[in-house]
């Protein structure tokens, strides 16, 4: 079956940054299959943060990350990767890989604070 691992969660400082990685396997195709990556703070919704296509030439952010985080993969690997950059508090939240198809990660926790 498919399993998804992320991890690269912790603490970090305001304006730091920080790099997740989702490694997947149990895919057929993994390259043929667009990822994605959700977050949900306490208290809040899941919302998604970003989405890559199967060959990484089209990405889509949220508002919220736009401009500061970066989406990407390496196929060969089975991974993809999320670099976060100028990091705030409100980006605290556990952080969850996703396929297309449904499959989900177990998540990470990322929490911005000094």
């Known amino acids: 079956q498919v399993q998804l691992v992320e991890s690269g969660g912790g603490l970090v400082q305001p304006g730091g940054s920080g790099r997740l990685s989702c490694t997947a396997s149990g895919f057929t195709e993994f390259s043929s299959v667009v990822m994605l990556w959700y977050r949900q703070a306490p208290g809040k919704e899941r919302e998604l943060v970003a989405s890559?296509?199967?060959?990484?030439?089209?990405?889509n952010y949220g508002d919220s990350v736009q401009g500061r985080f970066t989406i990407s993969r390496v196929n060969a690997k089975n991974t993809v990767y999320l670099q976060m950059d100028d990091l705030k508090p409100e980006d605290t939240a556990v952080y969850y890989c996703a396929s297309a198809y449904g499959h989900w990660g177990q998540g990470t926790q990322v929490t911005v604070s000094s």
């Open positions: 890559i296509t199967w060959d990484g030439r089209n990405t």
